[in-house]
């Protein structure tokens, strides 16, 4: 007995130092029961996050999960905007709600050209600690699902961002499971960004097709709109990989003050708009002799056909 109580003892010393090696929540011990029966439970994470409105956490089955992939798409490299702010919200989300806070980008060289970089004044004003960001550019897109897929079994990150480009063939079902296994296993989300790409298939738990939506004007602290102004970004959502039948569409604005999700309203004429052109101008009287004339056409010279 004495000889098995030291092995599990070396047993669990040894899983503690993989854990922090790799950067997992270590093995608890239970310390009610005697030491050659003792049992092992790790620290769970919560499966989901909610997004706080009724019908998108019913769409989602509860909100988005933590162990699996979500993937956000545009049709675009125009709509880049859209699908970078509404992830980049996503992570906000997941960062206030999970334990832990540091996330990374792992950006495309090809769509940093066209998109532009994370801006970190920017990533601050829009609900996120930059202080626990981190950003990668890898040269190859097999470097780039390696850091994945590295960050991802780590268990260190509260998400990981791949922002790819279009459908590659380096990045197909095969190397889609391989992430979400590695996500399923550390209960860790990856963000799968896909500027310009089609639908596919992959092993996403949920996909969206992101677009820009028109904005809001700002709300006042007295509640009227300022008019001419604009509020919060606002995202035009399609569900489009999920358990409903069929796609559903949601218009959603990103509250960066308290990070949270809202659903954008109609847009309304506001009492302090202003009526007709705020840049005028001058009013000129009309011409004493009338519009020019349309001018004669000049002599028409014919050609040869060349064959």
């Given at each position: 007995?004495?000889?098995?109580?030291?092995?599990?003892?070396?047993?669990?010393?040894?899983?503690?130092?993989?854990?922090?090696?790799?950067?997992?929540?270590?093995?608890?011990?239970?310390?009610?029961?005697?030491?050659?029966?003792?049992?092992?439970?790790?620290?769970?994470?919560?499966?989901?996050?909610?997004?706080?409105?009724?019908?998108?956490?019913?769409?989602?089955d509860g909100?988005?999960?933590?162990?699996?992939?979500?993937?956000?798409?545009?049709?675009?490299?125009?709509?880049?905007?859209?699908?970078?702010?509404?992830?980049?919200?996503?992570?906000?989300?997941?960062?206030?709600?999970?334990?832990?806070?540091?996330?990374?980008?792992?950006?495309?060289?090809?769509?940093?050209?066209?998109?532009?970089?994370?801006?970190?004044?920017?990533?601050?004003?829009?609900?996120?600690?930059?202080?626990?960001?981190?950003?990668?550019?890898?040269?190859?897109?097999?470097?780039?699902?390696?850091?994945?897929?590295?960050?991802?079994?780590?268990?260190?990150?509260?998400?990981?961002?791949?922002?790819?480009?279009?459908?590659?063939?380096?990045?197909?079902?095969?190397?889609?499971?391989?992430?979400?296994?590695?996500?399923?296993?550390?209960?860790?989300?990856?963000?799968?960004?896909?500027?310009?790409?089609?639908?596919?298939?992959?092993?996403?738990?949920?996909?969206?097709?992101?677009?820009?939506?028109?904005?809001?004007?700002?709300?006042?602290?007295?509640?009227?709109?300022?008019?001419?102004?604009?509020?919060?970004?606002?995202?035009?959502?399609?569900l489009e990989k999920?358990?409903?039948?069929?796609?559903?569409?949601?218009?959603?604005?990103?509250?960066?003050?308290?990070?949270?999700?809202?659903?954008?309203?109609?847009?309304?004429?506001?009492?302090?708009?202003?009526?007709?052109?705020?840049?005028?101008?001058?009013?000129?009287?009309?011409?004493?002799?009338?519009?020019?004339?349309?001018?004669?056409?000049?002599?028409?010279?014919?050609?040869?056909?060349?064959?």
């Amino acid at each position: 007995m004495a000889k098995h109580a030291t092995a599990q003892e070396r047993l669990f010393a040894l899983r503690k130092t993989i854990a922090k090696l790799e950067g997992k929540a270590p093995t608890l011990v239970s310390e009610e029961q005697p030491q050659g029966e003792q049992k092992t439970k790790r620290i769970r994470f919560p499966h989901r996050v909610a997004m706080g409105l009724p019908d998108m956490d019913a769409a989602l089955d509860g909100g988005l999960p933590l162990d699996g992939i979500t993937e956000i798409r545009t049709s675009a490299m125009r709509n880049a905007g859209a699908g970078s702010g509404f992830v980049l919200a996503l992570a906000a989300l997941i960062q206030r709600q999970a334990e832990a806070s540091a996330l990374l980008w792992i950006g495309d060289r090809f769509s940093n050209s066209e998109a532009g970089l994370p801006y970190p004044v920017g990533l601050a004003q829009y609900g996120l600690k930059i202080k626990h960001f981190l950003q990668a550019t890898p040269r190859k897109l097999e470097e780039a699902l390696w850091l994945a897929e590295t960050a991802a079994a780590s268990g260190a990150l509260a998400a990981t961002i791949l922002e790819i480009r279009g459908n590659p063939s380096a990045f197909g079902l095969s190397e889609s499971r391989r992430l979400s296994l590695r996500a399923k296993a550390a209960r860790r989300p990856i963000l799968l960004l896909r500027h310009a790409g089609e639908e596919e298939a992959s092993s996403a738990v949920f996909r969206f097709r992101a677009e820009p939506g028109p904005a809001s004007e700002r709300v006042l602290p007295n509640g009227a709109m300022l008019g001419g102004s604009i509020g919060f970004p606002a995202f035009r959502l399609t569900l489009e990989k999920s358990r409903n039948p069929a796609p559903l569409s949601f218009t959603l604005e990103w509250n960066s003050r308290d990070r949270l999700f809202i659903l954008a309203q109609p847009p309304e004429s506001s009492c302090l708009s202003i009526s007709g052109s705020t840049h005028s101008g001058t009013g000129l009287p009309a011409p004493a002799d009338g519009p020019d004339r349309t001018p004669a056409l000049g002599r028409l010279v014919a050609f040869g056909r060349a064959s």
